[in-house]
């Protein structure tokens, strides 16, 4: 990119020149070269013109200077270093925009926000009133608490079929032979506080046979206040069939509140309060309230009693199998007009039903006419697709915390720490997968938003603007987000440092560039058109110096080459090092890394990047040299003979990463003898058999497709057909169940990166290179050349092979799965994933990404 198409950014970002370390950029030596300047333009101060107060004063003075310079120069440079690394980006947020504020932002207030729980509610506000529902199991013969999502519950199925990512949700969860049917609604209505009100129902069902044993169940429904405040009781009134007001309070947002309970079945209540301010641990206070009072009185109930000034709240509700009941939290009591018994009434019973029956149409109806499915598949594939959009929308979580960026190696704090902490930040954001996975990844939200931004532009944005708002001055975003103590709870605590060093794929512009085409094409209402130019207005700082971090910062050695940065030179235990900010974790780059090496997944993100940057300066008429310098390095990147010249290989037929590399590595078991043990133990270690030279890597896989996804080759070019013929052939990555990541061909094919490492990119089929590809095939069928018709055959066959096997596994399994076997295509991995797995939907309704701008191509 041209120099003068990069000064805007670092205008903003930088006011100094940076020449400090690789791991933090700093601003001292600028500092101390200002100094040196200012003082060489002085004359000496001759001694004889100074009276003896004014030369003590003076000498005093410098006394003073030369302590404060001697006591800066031994502090650590990383002690500067390290605040600019957690400074925010110095420009207005993108949500503080009007159109987020108001009816918008109240319109969101409440919402199934708790994705990490099997069923949670709470307010996008930091200190929210939080509710949830845990219930009973039995595994190996004991008891169990459900609660928080986990693999080792084993549950059959669990996770929405519908949701609208606003006011409605249902869900189905199955747990040896029960099954919970958990609906959600809000309203907001005459006299409702700040948010509205919102209501569960809740039916209890056996899944086995009427003629079973009655079984009895035992549910937990709880309401915490997260910022401490005591909640109140009536322990006189726990009588659901008058709808019982079970709890109640107030709240500085929306004022008094109420919580009712209401059934027609016969059921019992008992209830605990708990005074604490960690709500991670809900489920072993809840359990260890149990155990107690049945130690005690013998019953599996809990003990009616309560902590002083309780912030948790905790009613256990038991009934003979089946079931239903009713929970209404309204908002806005305490005032004449609050109609509190009024809007209970229409939150429950018959009322409640006739609503969610009403939403459920209404989802149903969207989920076709907005993904165009009408014909296009059979009512399996609905179904399915409408789990998966409805899991993906209802995983949707709000956050609120503090990341923790990793310091140098060599650096610690006093206090040990080897972190420093971001500032206090709020993130609303898709997840990839409940159980897994429940918080948000910067480049899994790219793939997110392709689904969620056809279906609610504005919840898009306002995810959009939200990561953005997480960049630092340098244009960097922490590519996972562990914030606060429910998310910190689900990660180990080696892996919650985030490193300002490594990037991650910028799949924001993928969506970014649907918006800008549709913005171009007039697909957008008048409305949708003038917020998303608001949108992209008050963005485009950010994504400025986003682009302009990954150009300074993940540049190679020549002109237009990117490597991922931040890959272990020192490891001697992976195979192949890995390269987790490309997202494609043990994917196989060059054996040996080094700053020769040429990745050309980066490469083809950077052109997606600069082009979605140029076609965006062109829609908001930005003058000078912003849209010029994208445009010219857009230009350069999608230059199909560089492209040849740097990643091709003739003889394979097939785009390769480079780099410093040789194909003779293994993992060979060594004896260690660890320090101060008289044992022999033994682990896998790395071995070099040759010395690796500069050269091409010849891995074909995901990688090889890059420019075939990106569309960068002509339609009319021969390599255009050997991309096919890689795509195609059963030797390398076609099955019948989607291309696998990696080629049968590799000698890394299904190989484990360490004794603890299983393949992971390595075979496996993943969904959405799958779409990226189907994307391209799609593309090159309809634009003129020899090879249209065998890219049409190749893109049908591939999209049957992907919906075949997603709609049998979910219905085989009950859930959509985070990749799939290359061999017989059963789900593999996290489960259930709704993250970018959901794009069947749109391989379902043939809905694909914009292609590059037509200038550059």
């Known amino acids: 990119m041209t120099g003068s198409s990069r000064r805007p950014a670092r205008s903003r970002i930088k006011p100094t020149a940076n020449t400090g370390s690789d791991d933090y950029p700093s601003d001292r030596k600028s500092i101390q070269r200002s100094r040196n300047d200012r003082s060489r333009g002085h004359d000496a101060i001759r001694v004889m013109d100074v009276n003896p107060k004014t030369l003590l004063l003076f000498g ?30 110095p420009a207005p947020k993108v949500m503080d925009l009007p159109q987020f504020q108001g009816e918008h932002k109240e319109s969101l207030y409440w919402g199934t926000y708790r994705p990490h729980v099997y069923f949670g509610v709470r307010a996008r506000t930091p200190q929210s009133l939080i509710a949830g529902l845990m219930w009973i199991g039995v595994k190996d013969g004991s008891y169990v608490m459900r609660h928080v999502c986990q693999d080792s519950d084993e549950l059959s199925t669990y996770g929405w079929t519908h949701h609208n990512g606003r006011d409605y949700g249902h869900q189905v969860l199955v747990d040896q032979g029960m099954s919970l049917m ?244 709020e993130l609303y954001t898709a997840v990839p997968s409940r159980p897994f996975f429940p918080r948000g990844f910067l480049w899994d939200e790219g793939f997110h938003q392709l689904l969620i931004w056809r279906w609610d532009i504005r919840i898009c944005l306002d995810i959009i603007g939200h990561w953005l708002d997480l960049m630092n001055i340098d244009g960097w975003i922490p590519r996972e987000q562990i914030l606060g103590a429910e998310a910190l709870s689900k990660v180990p605590k080696e892996f919650v440092p985030q490193h300002p060093t490594n990037g991650n794929p910028p799949t924001l512009f993928l969506v970014l560039r649907d918006l800008v085409h549709g913005m171009i094409g007039n697909k957008f209402t008048t409305t949708e058109s003038n917020e998303i130019s608001s949108f992209l207005e008050r963005a485009f700082v950010r994504l400025e110096a986003w682009f302009q971090w990954f150009n300074a910062t993940q540049s190679g050695k ?95 037929g097939a785009y390769f990463d480079f780099g410093n590399h040789t194909e003779k590595v293994r993992l060979s078991w060594q004896e260690t003898n660890p320090s101060g043990s008289s044992y022999a133990s033994r682990e896998l270690v790395r071995e070099v058999l040759e010395k690796p030279q500069l050269r091409l890597v010849p891995h074909i896989g995901y990688i090889s497709l890059f420019p075939f996804m990106m569309r960068i080759i002509p339609p009319e070019s021969w390599i255009l057909e050997k991309q096919l ?103 593999k991995g996290a489960h259930p994933f709704t993250g970018w797995t959901s794009l069947i939907v749109l391989v379902m309704g043939e809905s694909f990404c914009e292609d590059l701008s037509h200038s550059i191509r």
């Open 725 to 827: 013929d890689l795509i195609s052939n059963r030797g390398t990555l076609w099955t019948d169940y989607g291309l696998r990541s990696l080629a049968k061909t590799s000698s890394l094919y299904m190989k484990r990166n360490t004794e603890h490492d299983p393949p992971y990119w390595r075979g496996p089929i993943w969904m959405n290179m799958n779409y990226m590809i189907l994307s391209a095939l799609h593309h090159y069928s309809s634009e003129d050349g020899p090879y249209r018709a065998r890219a049409r055959t190749v893109y049908k066959e591939l999209r049957e092979n992907l919906i075949r096997n997603v709609v049998k596994n979910y219905f085989q399994t009950g859930f959509l799965w985070e990749q799939y076997d290359q061999k017989k295509g059963k789900g």
């Open 558 to 652: 020549d002109t237009s080459t990117f490597y991922w940065h931040g890959r272990d030179k020192q490891t001697t235990r992976e195979l192949n090092p890995k390269s987790l900010s490309s997202g494609l974790d043990d994917y196989p780059r060059a054996s040996h890394p080094s700053e020769d090496e040429r990745h050309l997944d980066l490469r083809c993100w950077m052109l997606l990047a600069a082009d979605c940057m140029s076609s965006m300066a062109e829609l908001l008429e930005k003058k000078n040299d912003f849209g010029k310098g994208y445009h010219t390095m857009a230009q350069r990147l999608s230059d199909f003979d560089i492209l040849n010249r740097m990643h091709f290989d003739d003889v394979y």
């Open 182 to 425: 958990t609906s959600f609604l809000k309203t907001k209505g005459s006299g409702s506080g700040y948010g509205g009100d919102w209501a569960v129902h809740i039916n209890v069902q056996n899944e086995k046979s009427q003629l079973e044993e009655e079984r009895t169940a035992h549910i937990f429904f709880y309401l915490a206040d997260e910022g401490g405040k005591a909640l109140s009781i009536d322990k006189e009134r726990l009588d659901i069939r008058d709808g019982s007001r079970l709890t109640f309070g107030s709240h500085e947002d929306f004022g008094g509140w109420e919580l009712h309970l209401v059934s027609a079945d016969n059921l019992e209540v008992h209830y605990s309060g708990f005074r604490t301010p960690h709500m991670h641990n809900l489920t072993e206070l809840v359990q260890g309230s149990l155990a107690d009072h049945a130690r005690r009185v013998h019953l599996l109930q809990l003990p009616d009693a309560s902590d002083v000034s309780p912030n948790i709240l905790v009613f256990q509700i038991s009934g003979k199998i089946p079931f239903q009941t009713d929970i209404a939290f309204v908002s806005g009591t305490g005032l004449e007009s609050s109609r509190v018994e009024e809007r209970v009434k229409s939150l429950t019973g018959s009322l409640l039903t006739s609503q969610l029956n009403e939403k459920q149409k209404e989802f149903e109806e969207k989920y076709r006419s907005c993904f165009n499915l009408t014909e296009k598949v059979d009512s399996e594939s609905m179904i399915v697709g409408m789990a998966a959009i409805g899991n993906l929308l209802g995983g949707i979580g709000y956050f609120y915390g503090q990341s923790k960026i990793a310091l140098p190696r060599d650096l610690s704090l006093n206090n040990g720490d080897n972190f420093v902490p971001y500032w206090p930040a």
């Open 60 to 89: 005093s003075f410098a006394f003073l200077i030369v302590i404060s310079v001697i006591y800066y120069s031994m502090k650590p440079v990383e002690e500067v270093q390290k605040l600019r690394v957690i400074t925010p980006f």
